[in-house]
């Protein structure tokens, strides 16, 4: 069981990154998927989370309306599009998939979640 991200990068303020994560060994369709991040000296924060059924999406405030979480269950792959990115995006991102019956709290917590990929390093710098 293994969860693969990548994407990651160095990115002027403003740009985009598109963030993928591949599943293998097991099949994503009945997991919630999550992204959370880590930036040197801070913990670890929920960024974007995605039901098993696609129908539920949820987003930290700090980056609503400039990310896009999504899944693709098919490749077994998820996604997170980030749009005007920001200096306080730069952190290394991890993705992540749990069976839990979703809901607004309980997807913002890392301890729900079963499996975690290794994170991938977003640098937002001019």
């Known amino acids: 069981v293994q969860l693969q991200a990548s994407g990651g990068g160095l990115v002027q303020p403003g740009g985009s990154l598109r963030l993928s994560c591949a599943a293998s060994?097991?099949?994503?369709?009945?997991?919630?998927i999550g992204w959370f991040r880590q930036a040197p000296g801070k913990e670890r924060e929920f960024v974007a989370g995605?039901?098993?059924?696609?129908?539920?999406?949820y987003y930290a405030d700090s980056v609503k309306g400039r990310f896009t979480i999504s899944r693709d269950n098919a490749e077994n792959m998820m996604y997170l599009q980030m749009n005007n990115l920001k200096p306080e995006d730069t952190a290394v991102y991890s993705c992540?998939?749990?069976?839990?019956?979703?809901?607004?709290?309980?997807?913002?917590?890392?301890?729900?979640?079963?499996?975690w990929g290794q994170g991938t390093q977003v640098t937002v710098s001019s």
């Open positions: 992540a998939a749990g069976a839990f019956q979703p809901n607004d709290i309980l997807v913002r917590k890392p301890g729900a979640y079963d499996y």
């Open positions: 060994g097991f099949t994503l369709d009945y997991y919630n």
């Open positions: 995605i039901s098993w059924s696609g129908f539920g999406t």
